[in-house]
């Protein structure tokens, strides 16, 4: 590279910012026509409908941890590849105390009141307005000023350059850590305090409040749509492959929501055997089933998860037919187990002994089911792998901190919202199953709130049972 097109990185102030090798030089006269003749104003937000819930929540936070200090950032971009960063996502729990999704944000909780420290939009008086890549607005977009932030989520928001005074005061102060290396590095780690805020932070998500319950079913909503959208482009994928299917999902993700909540699975023929199958590089063969596990994220970041498993030719063979019913007998006798006051396990063990049964019936035990049920044995789970449910919210396995007391060994309250998703998995090289059955893998998957009195679906509208299954298809194919 000559001289004429090397950089340093830094304005004119000396403060660094992001550019890049290959970015032409700028000259100081240059420099100096840009940061000038610029309109600019605030926007006039109106407040974010997250706010008044988000203070209530802050609220619950400070009262159990009264007289500390509570750290929260929202992280800062990460590299995807050399100079090319990932679409930012703000952290979880960062955003669901304060509804803040813009990057190197901390929110501070202390003495019950709490302060947004952000990085607002790079002033028009400045080289980084026009040449910085990560924040400068002619490169990435507006960012909202600390006005904007502050009236859209009812926050006090001041500069993210402010954080390390703050930090630097006396005082318990517990980080949620692994979240952003330079906020870990201001605040001297105490693994057993900061562990414990994660947990209660994580803890205070298993009930969702009535808006959580809006958004998820909304994203339930969408992630419906983007199933239609897959059935009716079955015969593209038959041409070009799971991955057709992967980016018609994706589509209608971005299309109405903010993004997919994970990794589309499209498992054809025997990749459905693969439970995380998220490579979607195989071929969608008629005749073959597909396994569609996908979720839409919506904009404030609550996502569905849901799986169907489809006739690639829209009817099930009768192997397939049988091997699916039994696996929507299983996932119906889960929802059905769903209630208050049951044991988070309920829907799994209640699953689990459809399926075991239903592998007896087989004759692919190598004991009867209630020996293979038995928590000394559990032979039956080479066939079904996994546990049929995990929280569900603004992660797609939510509350993952939580403690097993409140969670996995915890009970069920209303309020809740969980996956129920058996499934039979048999691979290709399985020598104990006949070979007619290798390489079929089936899964059924919903989204289901714990009701005062029961289970609610919030993925309902898409349909589960095999007939039904195939008059969806027959209806949307195109």
Known sequence: MSDETEIRPETSAGEEFHTESHDPSVSEAYSRFMRQGWGDRELDLPPHPVASYAAARRQRLAE???????????????????????????????????????????????????????????????????????????????????????????????????????????????????????VDHLVAADESRDADFARVASEMRLVKDEWEISELQTACDITTLGFVDAAGEMDRAVEFGERWIEGTFFRRARAMGNDIGYDSIVGGGSHATTLHWIENSGRIVPGEMVLLDMGVEGHNLYT????????????????????????????????????????????????????AHGLESLKLLPCSAEEALDPDSGVYSRWTLHGVSHMLGMDVHDCGQAAPESYKKGTLAEGMVLTVEPGLYFQADDLLVPEEMRGIGIRIEDDILVTADGAKNLSGALPRTSSDVEEWMAANRR
């Open 64 to 182: 159990a941890f009264p007289g500390e200090r509570l750290v929260l950032p929202a992280g800062s971009f990460k590299v995807r590849s050399y100079d090319t960063d990932y679409r930012f996502r703000s952290d979880t729990a960062h955003t669901y105390f304060c509804g803040n999704q813009t990057s190197d944000a901390v929110l501070v909780v202390a003495d019950g009141e709490s302060v947004l420290y952000a990085r607002p939009r790079s002033g028009r008086d400045t080289d980084e307005f026009f040449r910085d890549r990560q924040y400068g607005e002619l490169w990435v977009g507006r960012r909202p000023s600390l006005k904007e932030i502050s009236d859209s989520l009812g926050l006090e928001v001041r500069h993210i350059d402010e954080l390390a005074g703050e930090l630097e005061k006396t005082g318990k102060t517990r980080v949620h850590r692994g979240v952003s290396e330079a």
């Open 304 to 355: 569905a998860d849901v799986t169907r498993t489809l006739p690639v030719n829209g009817t099930y063979s009768p192997l397939q037919r049988e091997l699916y019913d039994l696996v929507y007998a299983a996932q119906e006798a889960g929802i059905n187990a769903v209630k208050p006051g049951e044991p988070f396990v309920v829907a799994h063990n209640a699953a689990m002994d459809v399926l």
